[in-house]
């Protein structure tokens, strides 16, 4: 289902997280689940990550993860507060030390000239806070929802090594 390559930076990923004894949450909106599916996919993953929330409705991001709806109002849920919210979320719910969250437009529809079809934010939170990045990818829904997962890896993993910067 995963490519190899992808696999192997998830396997690396977990170790160095094990190695850390860090644990890991995920809440994705246009990913529907696909990080969270793609660490699991690991051998050995349940002493890494503790769960995922798909949130893919506004709604189910205010309730699962305590954004407030006055902000996905004010921001749209594809923003960078939202990606925020959603990552502290994710972390507070769960107790973890890591937590990423994705929320995007996938497509082929749904974008708009401020937010085109492809613009995905993340929210990381760590013990030393939150941040949040943003990518545009081209490609199909697919490749975007790839892309998406092949970034927030890597997010989480410059989030163990402390010699990496965030973006």
């Not at 994705?102 to 492809?118: H, L, N, S």
Request: include cysteine.
């Amino acid at each position: 289902m995963f490519p190899h390559d992808l696999l192997a930076e998830a396997e690396t990923l977990l170790a160095e997280a094990r190695a850390r004894g860090w644990h890991i949450a995920t809440a994705e909106s246009c990913t529907g689940g696909l990080i969270a599916g793609l660490l699991t996919a690991i051998v050995g993953s349940s002493d890494v990550v503790d769960g995922g929330a798909v949130t893919y409705s506004n709604a189910a991001k205010t309730r699962m993860l305590g954004v407030p709806a006055e902000m996905i109002a004010a921001h749209g849920a594809v923003s960078e507060p939202v990606a925020r919210a959603m990552a502290e979320g994710a972390q507070k719910t769960a107790g973890t030390e890591l937590a990423i969250a994705v929320t995007g437009v996938a497509g082929p529809g749904g974008g708009t000239p401020e937010k085109p079809v492809g613009l995905v934010w993340f929210g990381l939170a760590s013990p030393v806070g939150v941040v949040a990045d943003h990518r545009i990818f081209p490609g199909d829904r697919t490749a975007v929802r790839m892309a998406t997962v092949r970034h927030a890896i890597s997010l989480l993993r410059a989030a163990l090594d402390t010699g990496r910067r965030f973006a």
